[in-house]
């Protein structure tokens, strides 16, 4: 009767008008299935055989674990009228979300030798580690890879429920007890790319393999194992090594030519909760928006719950502000800065002044001649940014092209310029890039500058009637000085869908990374190059958001008990805002000093993170209570909670009050802002901390009680803390920034605080 039932429920949708197909999620009321389905798969579908003749074929991925539904292809009167179900919470479109495009262990103080982890080494960490299975979504993994290497490693963990599945490029013996996963998931792109028929040939293999090169980056930045000898065609030469060496690594492809679609997001992440992962890791994001509609958000939900730690790239839309994707916070939101390496090159113009710049072109250079130098000239508007087509051969050939940065990749500009004869080319950032200089593996001589010297570079190639110049590299640099400094295209805050919550959590190395590559593409990622290496350098929030996974993993190997809150607290209030001169961290964008918004508590520092002495913990309860107070109805609760008998019965008054290593103090038409905190000793028993409190002159902070003493290990204690505005400050004051510092001879535990008067 109540299969009878359901499709009754349903039988309307068989007159409607076939159109053209999309996928849609589908959020079901899981408590609703009917007796007679023998599971909920049975249920979904029993309910698209009313709506469609072929059901196989429209169900796309029955979900359990990180969410309650499916996803199907549907034209969208199907998805219109299920949406009236009363079994249906919701129907969403299919997203697309983007990827966030050897010396960073030293950097980060990793190669210690002891003081790691309260009186053990290194070693000991690693052997710990051993046991931690990081699931990183992506672009899949190249297996062949060296830093997938397993010597040495032991038996893969008991707890591992995952496999290596086979593909006509892919035969599951290329995973190992180092890479002990690899499974793809491509029905959300199949269905997109094929235009409405999922089994229409899409262009690529459905494989784990990685043919992008930016998932094997990841993966071995987040565990790589060590591989000497490691560079990109002789650039940042020495060991190259992940953050932890001994974890474990399972590749899940969600990512393909077009982007990375919710569905298979969603797939990935349910997979890798069920198979056992400890860490997740998505270099990946779209734009902000409620946490029901965001299939990242919802997914993590459920790996929080299970004791998962996801750490997922910031964004690369900065330095514009409100710019930050995955901001939810159960996850850990990762923004880039540099490392204290750099690559120099040089351009030396006809007037004999050289302006500093940076590269990792590798070929034959220019030779110490100067050539000509032309910009912005030929027959098309397009010739400043070196657009395809731009160019005119007869004003370029054998010469040196100035082209802005913008608009088309960078690389992609050196490629217009080879094929139409040039023979290097100057880059030059404007005023969207400011300072900021991002090196790249080019196919020509090239090297980018900033845009203050890009602009005496323009001004010279206007003004000079025979403009010339040529251009030098200069390999690679360490110990370079101020850094690390927050990278330009580092997404920034103010968090947009809770401005309560303070995001980014932390910044980490993402500028120029060494890290493993796919063989199956050159360095530049273009079509045309045809250059082969096993390692490459790149940049972004999704270079960063791998040291993180890693420190994660290792932060759980020392504390396995430790949740994912705090381990997140661990990181974020051992965190520095100092560079290596002792000077607060500066803003590539514009040279200028950073603030939280930017770089959110500081660069992390995982030597103090293994012991920061309190954390900030937050349950799954607190975290519903969270969300019971951002004014989503039940429903839409329960689509990221999952549990039946949420009622909202208990609130926040405001969404800041949630247990959060950082505040984000929103007066609005308020002039008092009041939050209680709760911190517990994860430091040795009879521990007292006191309170350092810095603000703006705009706000009064005051703390009570402002010593707190800890008899016990995992005593919790509370403390509350008033922000007063100002008397007379006005509502459109800028934002300012502070700190509230619990401190002892052994630790500071410190909370970023950013005041805000209006929402921008």
């Not at 290097?424 to 900021?436: P, R």
């Not at 190059?529 to 290792?554: E, V």
């Not at 703390?703 to 919790?716: A, H, Q, W, Y």
């Not at 007063?724 to 619990?742: D, H, L, N, Y």
Request: proline content about 6%; overall charge positive.
């Amino acid at each position: 009767m109540a299969a009878m039932a359901s499709s009754t429920f349903f039988f309307f949708l068989l007159c409607l008008t076939v159109t053209a197909k999309k996928t849609y999620i589908v959020h079901m009321k899981h408590q609703d299935k009917p007796p007679s389905f023998e599971t909920h798969n049975d249920w979904y579908s029993s309910s698209l055989q009313s709506l469609t003749a072929t059901p196989a074929e429209s169900l796309l991925y029955s979900y359990n674990a990180a969410f309650n539904g499916f996803a199907a292809s549907l034209d969208p009167e199907q998805a219109e009228a299920l949406s009236k179900s009363d079994s249906v919470l919701g129907v969403y479109e299919d997203t697309v979300y983007n990827l966030h495009t050897t010396r960073t262990p030293q950097f980060l103080g990793l190669d210690a030798e002891s003081g790691l982890w309260a009186g053990h080494n290194t070693q000991q960490l690693e052997q710990a580690s051993r046991d931690v299975i990081i699931g990183v979504l992506d672009t899949g993994v190249w297996p062949e890879s060296k830093s997938f290497d397993d010597s040495g490693m032991p038996e893969v963990p008991a707890k591992w429920r995952g496999e290596c599945e086979s593909a006509p490029d892919f035969n599951p013996k290329f995973c190992n007890r180092k890479l002990i996963g690899a499974r793809s998931f491509s029905k959300g792109y199949r269905m997109a790319s094929g235009g409405g028929g999922i089994y229409k040939k899409p262009g690529e293999i459905q494989s784990p393999r990685d043919k992008d090169g930016h998932g094997t980056h990841t993966a071995s930045t987040a565990a790589g194992s060590h591989v000497a000898n490691a560079s990109l065609l002789g650039y940042a030469s020495g060991t190259a090594r992940g953050m932890a060496t001994h974890a474990r690594v399972a590749a899940y492809k969600v990512c393909w030519e077009t982007g990375c679609f919710g569905s298979d997001i969603l797939a990935g992440m349910e997979r890798a909760i069920e198979d056992g992962v400890d860490v997740l890791s998505l270099s990946l994001g779209g734009g902000s928006a409620p946490y029901f509609r965001d299939t990242i958000a919802i997914g993590a939900f459920t790996a929080m719950e299970k004791g998962i730690f996801v750490s997922c790239s910031a964004g690369n839309s900065g330095p514009t502000k409100a710019t930050l994707a995955n901001v939810a916070p159960w996850i850990m939101t990762v923004g880039a800065g540099t490392l204290d390496r750099d690559f120099p090159a040089y351009a030396v113009l006809g007037n004999k002044i050289r302006y500093n710049g940076v590269s990792l072109y590798s070929g034959r250079g220019m030779g110490k001649n100067p050539v000509g130098l032309v910009y912005s000239k030929g027959n098309s508007s397009g010739s400043n940014l070196c657009l395809t087509g731009s160019l005119d051969p007869a004003l370029v050939r054998g010469k040196v092209v100035l082209c802005d940065r913008g608009t088309t990749a960078r690389v992609e500009k050196g490629a217009v310029v080879r094929d139409a004869g040039g023979v290097g080319m100057i880059l030059a950032n404007t005023e969207a890039s400011g300072e900021e200089l991002v090196a790249d593996s080019h196919l020509l001589p090239a090297v980018a500058v900033g845009r203050k010297v890009g602009d005496l570079i323009r001004e010279y190639a206007r003004s000079e009637p025979n403009p010339t110049a040529a251009l030098v590299f200069g390999g690679t640099v360490l110990d370079i000085k101020p850094s690390p400094v927050v990278a330009a295209f580092s997404s920034r805050g103010p968090n947009m869908v809770t401005p309560q919550i303070l995001k980014p959590d932390v910044i980490g190395p993402g500028v120029n990374i060494l890290a493993a590559w796919s063989e199956a593409i050159g360095p530049t990622g273009l079509a045309k190059d045809s250059r082969k290496t096993m390692f490459n350098i790149m940049s972004g929030t999704s270079m960063s958001c791998p040291h993180i996974s890693g420190l994660a993993a290792l932060i759980k190997a020392a504390h396995p008990e430790w949740s994912p809150s705090a381990i997140k607290s661990a990181l974020m209030t051992t965190a520095y805002t100092q560079d290596n001169t002792n000077s607060t961290l500066r803003d590539a964008a514009d040279g200028s000093l950073s603030n939280p918004w930017a770089h959110g508590a500081g660069h992390v520092d995982p030597q103090k993170a293994l012991s920061p002495g309190l954390v900030y913990d937050i349950s799954t309860e607190e975290y519903i209570t969270f969300l019971c107070s951002l004014g989503y109805t039940v429903d839409h609760v329960k689509t990221i909670v999952k549990r039946p008998n949420i009622t909202c019965s208990t609130k926040f008054k405001d969404p800041g009050e949630l247990n959060y290593p950082s505040f984000s103090v929103l007066f609005g038409g308020k002039r008092v802002v009041r939050y209680t905190r709760e911190l517990t000793n994860v430091g040795p028993a009879r521990s007292i901390y006191k309170v350092t409190v810095n603000g703006p002159s705009t706000v009064g902070i005051s703390v009570r009680p402002k010593t707190l003493i800890f008899r016990s290990v995992g005593e919790k204690k509370r403390y509350t803390v008033t922000f007063v505005a100002k008397r007379g400050t006005s509502p459109m004051a800028k934002p300012e920034f502070g700190s509230i510092v619990w401190g002892n001879a052994q630790n500071q535990v410190k909370s970023p605080v950013s005041f805000s008067w209006s929402l921008m």
